[in-house]
């Protein structure tokens, strides 16, 4: 039915060179893009907005917006661009999301949020998922979520996934509301107890493979958020370890060095290496040489004429610590 682990969207780092980069170190989890408004897609450069690698896949873009037409639109353009699935935004609780009407103030109307995705399912043949939280504001019982997921389930989406904590509309920044509201995971599992038909999902604050284990045995997949980003190599075992794959895990050197061509692509088309680079600075997380890698990256990757021999370099940084260590 569905993937059983993957990295959550978000703004401002899910882009496609992160994405890229984390293929080079697993290939099997769903991962999304950056959640992008239906207006942007209507207006804008989609190209831009929605280009992607082969490589990425599977994949799923993330849609914001309130607009059932609208959204059976990009989730078109989306199947027409060959993402995998579409998913629609209902709970990112930022104050520009809530003032343009979707997010997570979308939980406080589930019938439209239903409306919504039974016009986005009737025009697409790939899944149309949700993303919510456990709820909002005072909408934040068991029962209140469970009525939401009920009435939307009812319009034909079989997949949710939730984050465990509620969201305060007002008075929280959407950072604060990302670790503040209480993790709630035992409403997850009883949702999916109570609703075994449908495919859940659970998001919030797990940051090791381990937490992932656990949760595997009471929801149906796990989404991992902040963690991926910070410790991107916390991925290398997951294609064997979760998908049975006979691979051997790469190093995080033969991650980067996957890399090489790709950045001076697009440094030939134009663009800036640290719009990269910027994506490969937690790969050492933990480890000796962290602080020379990241250090030598943020002081050469603005140079105008900087490319793949910048990474190259670090990676120099990196080994000369670590021969230090072992002499």
């Given amino acids: 039915m569905g993937n059983i682990l993957s990295v959550a969207p978000m703004m401002d780092y899910t882009d496609r060179h992160f994405r890229y980069f984390l293929r080079q170190i697993t290939r099997r989890p769903l ?55 579409v998913n629609l935004n209902v709970g990112c609780p930022s104050s520009r999301v809530k003032e343009g009407n979707f997010g997570a103030c979308l939980m406080a109307r589930p019938e439209l949020v ?22 909002i504001d005072d909408l934040d019982s068991y029962e209140n979520m469970a009525n939401f997921v009920k009435i939307v389930a009812g ?70 958020g902040r963690a991926a980003y910070e410790n991107p190599y916390l991925f290398a075992t997951v294609d064997r370890d979760f998908y049975g794959e006979p691979a051997t895990p790469p190093t995080r050197q033969e991650a980067i060095e996957k890399m090489l061509p790709y950045i001076d692509e697009w440094v030939g088309k134009g663009y800036k290496l640290h719009t990269i680079s910027k994506h490969l600075l937690q790969l ?40 230090l260590g072992n002499s």
């Fill in 114 to 135: 239903a409306k919504t995705i039974e016009a986005m399912i009737q025009a697409v043949s790939i899944p149309v998922t949700v993303k919510h939280r456990i709820g």
């Fill in 284 to 323: 050492f997380a933990g480890q000796p040489g962290t602080k020379a890698w990241k250090r030598y990256i943020s002081e050469n990757s603005h140079h105008p004429n900087a490319d793949s021999s910048v990474i190259q370099q670090a990676l120099q940084e990196v080994d000369s610590v670590a021969n």
């Fill in 31 to 85: 991962l999304y893009t950056e959640m992008i408004t239906a207006m942007a897609i209507k207006h804008g450069d989609r190209y831009k907005l929605l280009g992607f690698s082969e490589l990425e896949k599977p994949l799923s873009l993330q849609l914001g917006g309130d607009d059932p037409a609208l959204l059976a639109e990009c989730a078109r353009i989306a199947e027409d661009f060959g993402y995998d699935e």
């Fill in 155 to 224: 319009s034909g989406c079989q997949r949710f996934t939730v984050h465990a904590r509620k969201a305060w509309l007002k008075g929280l920044s959407p950072k604060e509301n990302r670790t503040v509201p209480p993790l709630r995971y035992e409403d997850v599992y009883r949702l999916k107890q109570e609703f075994p038909c449908l495919f859940i999902e659970i998001n919030g604050g797990i940051t090791d493979l381990e937490q992932v284990k656990n949760h595997l045995q009471r929801v149906d997949a796990v989404m991992i």
